[in-house]
């Protein structure tokens, strides 16, 4: 099964990633002044500057990646009304929606484990960044038959995958979270973010896996569209698989890197993956995606 472009495929591994070469030019006593006139509130994830987050985007190579696309006249917009939710946006040449092609929402928060997976794990606390929303789109290219649409996707994407992903990882890491916390509300989400994210339920992570080696032998865009409109069934039952957005995690912290690097976790994962198996129910995917007209059979 073929994935989309857009893929973290390549995407550094957290031990490969140097944060000492990582300078956002902020010192303790500069960022206490900042704190203390603007107390948060303007600065985007309470810490940087408009002009901070240029250069975070420089550094991450965005800006020259979309500079090769022709997207030089780039217009950042940062929304902090919400203090517990951050948004940036990037758009060229005007701010409206058919000239969008970055936009992240932000937000942190405290994972606690409420369902315990592995007995002889010693759970704490995390405190995550989470992402809750991210569009990466370039709306002036046109889906081609070798890159089709996908589920919820309004424009193609624009191939910065692994460039973002490298960025959500240092700004991460120099917030001191534990780890990126996110909910893949579709099963192609999850498949791009599996490269590095890993689901927090080793159960589901093999299911994902089950998924990914079942259906590989069609093209990704049918296996997206068939898990998303309910079309997946499940061969040891028959019954449809119906997907489920989980905690799906990027493991910063040593403690949390040891939970998915346990034998418990790899076990149960092992084990998931070789006892599901699923495929496509083409009768019932095709009333849905060519549905039948009225007065035709």
Same mark, same amino acid.
């Given at each position: 099964?073929?994935?989309?472009?857009?893929t973290p495929k390549?995407l550094?591994?957290?031990?490969?990633?140097s944060?000492?070469?990582?300078?956002? !030019?902020?010192?303790?006593?500069?960022?206490?002044?900042?704190?203390?006139?603007?107390? @948060?509130?303007?600065?985007?994830?309470?810490?940087?500057?408009?002009?901070?987050?240029?250069?975070?985007?420089?550094?991450?190579?965005?800006?020259?990646?979309?500079a090769?696309?022709?997207?030089t006249d780039?217009?950042?917009?940062?929304?902090?009304?919400?203090p517990?939710?951050?948004i940036?946006?990037?758009?060229?040449?005007?701010?409206d929606?058919?000239?969008l092609?970055i936009?992240?929402i932000?937000?942190? !928060?405290i994972?606690r484990?409420?369902?315990?997976?592995?007995?002889?794990?010693? =759970?704490?606390?995390?405190?995550?960044?989470?992402?809750?929303?991210?569009i990466?789109?370039?709306?002036?290219?046109?889906?081609?038959?070798?890159?089709?649409?996908l589920p919820d996707?309004?424009y193609?994407?624009l191939?910065?995958a692994?460039q973002?992903?490298?960025?959500?990882?240092?700004?991460?890491?120099?917030?001191?979270k534990?780890g990126?916390?996110?909910?893949?509300q579709?099963?192609? &989400?999850?498949?791009i973010?599996?490269e590095?994210?890993?689901?927090?339920?080793?159960?589901?992570?093999g299911?994902?896996?089950?998924?990914?080696?079942?259906?590989?032998?069609y093209?990704?865009?049918?296996?997206a =569209?068939?898990?998303s409109?309910?079309?997946?069934?499940?061969?040891?039952d @028959?019954?449809?698989?119906k997907?489920?957005?989980?905690?799906l995690?990027?493991?910063?912290?040593?403690?949390?890197?040891r =939970?998915?690097?346990?034998?418990?976790?790899? &076990?149960?994962?092992? &084990?998931t993956?070789?006892?599901? !198996?699923?495929?496509?129910?083409w009768?019932?995917?095709?009333?849905?995606?060519?549905?039948?007209?009225? @007065?035709?059979?």
């Amino acid at each position: 099964m073929k994935k989309p472009h857009i893929t973290p495929k390549g995407l550094k591994t957290v031990q490969e990633i140097s944060f000492n070469e990582t300078d956002f !030019s902020l010192s303790e006593a500069e960022l206490m002044r900042q704190l203390n006139e603007k107390k @948060g509130y303007s600065l985007y994830l309470g810490v940087f500057t408009k002009e901070e987050v240029e250069k975070v985007l420089r550094r991450s190579h965005i800006s020259q990646r979309l500079a090769e696309k022709g997207f030089t006249d780039l217009l950042l917009d940062i929304n902090t009304d919400d203090p517990h939710r951050h948004i940036l946006r990037v758009y060229f040449g005007k701010k409206d929606k058919a000239h969008l092609l970055i936009e992240i929402i932000l937000s942190e !928060s405290i994972f606690r484990p409420k369902i315990m997976y592995l007995p002889s794990f010693k =759970y704490g606390t995390y405190n995550m960044m989470v992402i809750e929303w991210l569009i990466l789109q370039d709306p002036l290219a046109q889906f081609k038959k070798e890159r089709p649409q996908l589920p919820d996707q309004q424009y193609p994407g624009l191939g910065i995958a692994r460039q973002v992903g490298d960025m959500l990882v240092k700004v991460a890491t120099y917030l001191h979270k534990d780890g990126i916390l996110n909910f893949p509300q579709y099963y192609h &989400n999850a498949v791009i973010y599996s490269e590095l994210f890993k689901f927090y339920n080793p159960y589901m992570q093999g299911v994902l896996k089950a998924l990914e080696r079942s259906l590989s032998k069609y093209t990704f865009a049918d296996a997206a =569209y068939a898990v998303s409109l309910g079309c997946v069934k499940n061969l040891k039952d @028959g019954e449809a698989f119906k997907w489920k957005a989980e905690e799906l995690i990027l493991p910063l912290a040593r403690d949390l890197r040891r =939970y998915f690097e346990s034998k418990e976790y790899q &076990n149960i994962l092992n &084990n998931t993956t070789t006892d599901h !198996s699923f495929d496509i129910d083409w009768a019932l995917y095709r009333t849905k995606v060519n549905p039948p007209q009225e @007065g035709k059979p």
